[in-house]
């Protein structure tokens, strides 16, 4: 079973599921040329699909286009369901950085069909995680920046005041759709600046100094 686990402890929590939101920052929005939601677009992604801060992402054999998506991810730690603002606040235990790996070759060929995005998003080593700091620990202000590199070089730079949707209203709304449960992980949306990846590329992402991962493409 793949865990989260907590940064400077011994503490891990098995992870239940990867929940994900989409269209969460207009300048990437507009780099896809996708139209601005009135509500948080939302998919899932499996835990298999999870890897940790040195391991490496398989770029698929169906694929000619990955791409990297940097963002912030929430650990949920309690059970909530139809959570008001209060309760969706107490129940982010812990932040980390993660990387949405995403085929957009094969993303663009679905939505023109109209069918979901889920081989796209849901393959193998296509959710990069690293450890989480608990929000007793460090509660986060929005003015953080999150961060990628591709071989040394910035791609992806922002705070989080460009979110559309703050962490807290994204849990309240997911808890509208769904039961959240403990060890659940909410990837918030990518700032702009995404782009693709090579086999043999390294890849830096993190937040501020809170937390960071590094990688590599295989």
């Given at each position: 079973?793949?865990?989260?686990?907590i940064k400077n402890t011994n503490k891990e929590l098995p992870v239940q599921k990867?929940?994900?939101?989409?269209?969460?920052y207009v300048e990437h929005i507009q780099e896809l040329g996708n139209e601005i939601p009135s509500k948080p677009v939302i998919f899932i992604k499996p835990t298999s699909a999870i890897i940790y801060a040195g391991e490496k992402i398989i770029y698929p054999t169906f694929s000619q286009d990955m791409h990297?998506?940097?963002?912030?991810?929430?650990l949920i730690g309690k059970t909530i369901k139809n959570a008001d603002r209060q309760t969706?606040?107490?129940?982010?235990l812990a932040y980390g950085v993660g990387l949405d790996m995403t085929l957009r070759d094969i993303q663009a060929?679905?939505?023109?069909k109209g069918h979901p995005?889920?081989?796209?998003?849901?393959?193998?080593?296509s959710a990069v995680i690293s450890d989480f700091i608990l929000k007793s620990d460090y509660q986060l202000t929005l003015n953080e920046e999150?961060?990628?590199?591709?071989?040394?070089?910035?791609?992806?730079?922002?705070?989080?005041?460009?979110?559309?949707?703050?962490?807290v209203k994204l849990v309240e709304y997911i808890s509208s759709l769904m039961t959240l449960e403990e060890g659940d992980l909410i990837f918030t949306g990518t700032p702009k600046g995404v782009g693709k990846v090579n086999k043999g590329d390294k890849l830096e992402a993190g937040i501020d100094n809170l937390v960071s991962l590094n990688c590599s493409v295989e």
């Open positions: 079973m793949k865990t989260a686990k990867i929940v994900c939101v989409g269209r969460n990297h998506e940097v963002e912030l991810v929430l969706s606040e107490d129940a982010i060929d679905l939505k023109r995005w889920t081989i796209s998003k849901c393959f193998d080593t999150i961060y990628l590199k591709v071989n040394g070089e910035y791609r992806q730079k922002d705070p989080f005041t460009k979110m559309m949707f703050k962490p």
